[in-house]
């Protein structure tokens, strides 16, 4: 498949196949239980992610359970999937926490979130052995949402994004149009810019047109499927304004509760899996794809100054601190954080080796 093929596709944001071409024909074909979830992504990386954690659970349950993957507007917008998924018009959606932020701004902390010196593996650390599904099943149940949901896939640091010019520092973002989504867009304002929120397929179109001067979406892979290089050649890495984010995967709870427990288990265990499968699989890509945007269409990749980081910091501080005196149950999810981020970061900032010169002892 060429670029182009997979750029009309992000843009149009139009299902690449229907369910049943995504799900394993003989598997399609059984009597078993199915859970058709829809996904929010049109085409690309990201479908193909949610593609193979469906493969995964197809494949332990021998074809007894069938996970049918429906792609972006199969059935509601995705700003409508979560309400679909707590009526029963959809058993399960594929997307990020941020997508939802509206109801509850502590829903980004399970995604795009202050970064407390932590990875997306440290965060996800956090959902599986600090407490922090618990924390996600509580605000489900404060919203009185009707699901359940699993956090997969930890995605390494999204870059700054595209733009006309390199920045060097943060007064040159001031009063830029600028996309991105979640609390990021609330720290991006505290910065100075003028922030637009937009779904992936439509951020090429409109940086094209100027109705946006900059723009972010997660990776490379994501970035030069949708054609950025073809709007900006200046490319910046690095970033705090979402540096740790994951999947969510939730499902209607009256059908959880419906499935046998061998079933719920292979769910839950291949979400696991689909940490390791995603990280290894997609760094992989991302660095090829960082490798075609430099030498095959010309893009000057920087990574985001220090200063320009630090004044993130500073304006996350304004941002988190300021909704927590608001909202009390947002502040005890972040506590709740800071202890695991103090605790696990502590350790390994004092064991990890620094890895950037070893590095640069075989390529620098």
């Excluded at 997979?6 to 799900?23: D, M, P, Q, T, Y």
């Excluded at 090429?204 to 990776?219: C, H, R, T, V, Y």
């Excluded at 005890?332 to 900032?349: I, R």
Aim: hydrophobic share 40%; net charge negative; charged share 20%.
């Amino acid at each position: 498949m060429t670029n182009s093929i997979n750029r009309r596709k992000f843009l149009r944001g139009s299902a690449v196949a229907g369910a049943a071409a995504l799900a394993t024909p003989a598997l399609a074909e059984s009597h078993g239980t199915t859970i058709k979830m829809q996904a929010a992504w049109g085409g690309g990386i990201f479908l193909e992610n949610a593609q193979s954690f469906a493969a995964r659970v197809n494949e332990m349950s021998g074809g007894s359970l069938t996970i049918e993957v429906l792609s972006v507007d199969a059935v509601v917008k995705t700003s409508q999937m979560q309400d679909a998924v707590h009526r029963g018009v959809l058993d399960a959606a594929h997307y990020v926490s941020a997508y939802w932020y509206g109801k509850s701004k502590s829903a980004s902390l399970f995604g795009t979130g202050p970064c407390f010196g932590w990875s997306s593996q440290e965060m996800l650390g956090w959902i599986h052995a600090g407490g922090g599904q618990e924390l996600f099943d509580e605000l489900m149940g404060e919203l009185r949402l009707n699901v359940v949901s699993f956090f997969n896939s930890p995605m390494p640091a999204q870059p700054l994004g595209w733009f006309q010019q390199q920045i060097t520092d943060a007064e040159q973002i001031k009063g830029l149009k600028y996309r991105t989504v979640g609390l990021a867009a609330d720290v991006m304002l505290e910065m100075g810019m003028s922030v637009v929120q937009l779904p992936g397929g439509e951020i090429q179109p409109a940086m094209k047109s100027g109705l946006i001067d900059a723009a972010e979406f997660n990776n490379p892979t994501s970035d030069r499927d949708f054609g950025m290089q073809d709007v900006s050649k200046e490319y910046m890495l690095a970033s705090y304004h979402q540096s740790q984010e994951c999947f969510e995967v939730t499902i209607n709870k009256d059908k959880w509760n419906s499935l046998s427990d061998e079933h719920k288990a292979i769910i839950k265990n291949a979400s696991m899996a689909e940490n390791s499968g995603f990280y290894w699989g997609n760094t992989k890509r991302y660095s090829d794809d960082l490798i075609k945007l430099q030498e095959a269409d010309g893009v000057k990749v920087h990574r985001t100054p220090d200063s320009v980081m630090q004044a993130q910091l500073v304006a996350w501080d304004v941002v988190a601190n300021r909704i927590a005196e608001e909202d009390p149950f947002f502040a005890k999810v972040m506590e709740s954080q800071k202890v695991y981020a103090k605790e696990v970061m502590g350790y390994l900032n004092l064991n990890q080796p620094n890895y950037q010169m070893a590095y640069d002892h075989y390529f620098g």
